[in-house]
Every structure is written in structure tokens, then in C-alpha cells.
């Protein structure tokens, strides 16, 4: 089962990770990642741009991809856009499998995935300065690894 | 056809979005992007880095080749950063 889905307000951890695979009694675990807004100076916030129609078929795209590298049972992810503040949720993502390896590998997977392929822009703001953040090389690096 | 622009992008070249009815060779990415050069100094200098331009036609991130023609919609935006 998988499900995507892309929204200004907040979720509720709990409930996203109850919904990867309800009733699925062959699941042996979930492992799940959840990113927060960091606190990177006085009166810092971040503002998540992002490219709709294509977000949402690229989370989807990321998702089908690690649903054929696992045996999964389940796959969903949750991300944010608008302005957000320090201690903010920004991206909810979760596997569940039979084995926990499974769950964890692809769960790492989704996020290094949705870094380097999901359309979503930061502009970072803080003492009264506004940026936008570039791309790190270490992000496509840990996308990377999954190609070898 | 449509191009839609995001981050810093859009902000130097100043619109979100424009329809657009380029000359009839003006056929791929590649040469979408040398003709917008050509618009004015804005264009030029948000598109002057090849290395931190990506491409989406029709939704699909694709490279410089790749064929554009009307009614695509066709986005500009720099390397994504979200997660």
C-alpha cells in the first residue's frame, strides 16, 4: 500500500504511522523518519516552496521505486510546504515490511530519495536575512549509493 | 507553451510563469534555454549556470535533448532541497 501526500498543515506521527499498513498482520516492523525544522539563529524560519502536480508524482515515483527494491508492505509519505519554524515537522516518511532490515533500508531510501528528486525549495530566513538554501553534494552522494 | 519558474529562479527572472511561443527550431531543452538567455538581462543572468539549472517537461525531470513543442509546460527551477 502506498500513499503520498503533500500539505501545509502539520500531521500527527502517530496516526501516519498506524495508516502505513492497518490490519496487515504479516508486517514484522515500520521504520519510520521524521524531519524537523532545525534552529539556525534568532528569529529563524523556513519557507518550503514546491512545483504542485509534480511534488506529488514524484513522492509517488520514490515510493513505487522502493516498494520494488523491498518485499514492503507498506509505504507513505508526508510532506509539508509553506512557512515553517524551529521544532516545525517538515517530513513524515515510513516503510513496513516483514523484517526490520527491509523497513529500515528502504525507509533510509525514501529520504535520500525525496532530497534529491522531490520539487521542494528552502528559503531560510533569520536576523532579518532571507536565503535560498543550495543543494548539498553530500545529499545526491547519499542518493547516489542507491544506484550502485 | 508554458514555462514555470521556482526558487531564486523565479525571483531573478521576476514571474512565476509566462506562456511563451518560441521561434520554430527552438525544439529541445538545450535550445529552449539559449533562446530565454536571450530575452533580456534577467534571463541571461538567472540561466547562466548550466550546473544548477533543472529541467521538468510535462512533469518529468529530463535533460538537455530532450524534445519541447507547444502546449508542453515546461519548469526551471535550481536543485531541489526539500526533505
Known sequence: ?148 | MKLVYFAWLKERIGVAEEDVSPPAGVDTVVKLLEWLRGRGPNYALALSNPAVIRVAVNLEYRKGDWPVRPGDEVAIFPPVTGG
Open chain 1, 1 to 148: 500500500m502506498i500513499a503520498v501526500r503533500v500539505q501545509a498543515g502539520d500531521f500527527e506521527p502517530g496516526a501516519e504511522l498506524a495508516a502505513v499498513a492497518p490490519g496487515d498482520h504479516g508486517v514484522g516492523g515500520v521504520a519510520s523518519f521524521i524531519g524537523l525544522v532545525r534552529d539556525f539563529g534568532p528569529g529563524s524560519a523556513m519557507t518550503l516552496e514546491h512545483y504542485p502536480g509534480m511534488t506529488e508524482r514524484q513522492l509517488q515515483a520514490i515510493a513505487e521505486d522502493a516498494a520494488r527494491r523491498w518485499p514492503l508492505s507498506g509505504v507513505r509519505i508526508v510532506h509539508r510546504f509553506g512557512r515553517l519554524v524551529p521544532g516545525d515537522r517538515i517530513v513524515f516518511a515510513a516503510a513496513a515490511s516483514a523484517h526490520r532490515k527491509a523497513a529500515f533500508g528502504a525507509c533510509e531510501f525514501l529520504v535520500d530519495w525525496l532530497k534529491t528528486k522531490a520539487p521542494f525549495w528552502k528559503l531560510e530566513e533569520s536576523g532579518g536575512q532571507r536565503a535560498w538554501v543550495e543543494a548539498k553534494d553530500s545529499d545526491d552522494a547519499a542518493a547516489e549509493r542507491w544506484s550502485r
